[in-house]
């Protein structure tokens, strides 16, 4: 009897556990198959063509390295060309020949870095990264006029 007794407690435990797990496949389903949030890749584009002279740029472990290559079969991407990245949420990092710095894109999709960037890359708030200068000079806050000559 008291075999018996641990036998059918075994049984509701499992049988438990196995409507558990289809109800949890059930739900999956049920919400579109969407990756959670940390896992979905958003469109982010990256703006650097108000840089003069045209260069190459790279986010580690996203495009091809800048350092590692001839400059005439580079594949990075170039200054004068916007391009549109894939990027899951977490930190990235901008890097230039001159500049470079952290951004993060957040759960929802949209970029953040620090505001002492802010006389040099915009677009906190939105899924486009805009990187204006090719250095960051700590002279109060305003950008040298070499960077506002046109391409």
Known sequence: ??????????????????????????GATSAGNLPPAHLREYPITIDATSLVPASWWQVPG???S??????????????????QLSLKPGKYKFISFTFDFPFT?????????????D????????????VRCKRM????????????QAP
């Open 1 to 26: 009897m008291l075999y018996q007794r641990a036998a059918r407690h075994r049984l509701s435990i499992y049988g438990g556990l196995v409507l558990g797990v289809a109800a949890m496949s059930v």
């Open 62 to 64: 996203v495009t091809p």
């Open 66 to 83: 800048i350092w590692a290559s001839d400059p005439e079969s580079l594949d990075a991407p170039k200054t004068s060309e916007r391009r």
């Open 105 to 117: 894109v957040m759960l929802d999709g949209t970029l953040e870095f620090s505001r002492s960037l």
């Open 119 to 130: 006389q040099c890359v915009e677009g906190r708030g939105t899924q486009t990264l805009i």
């Open 137 to 148: 000079y700590p002279h109060g806050g305003e950008r040298d006029s070499y960077y506002d």
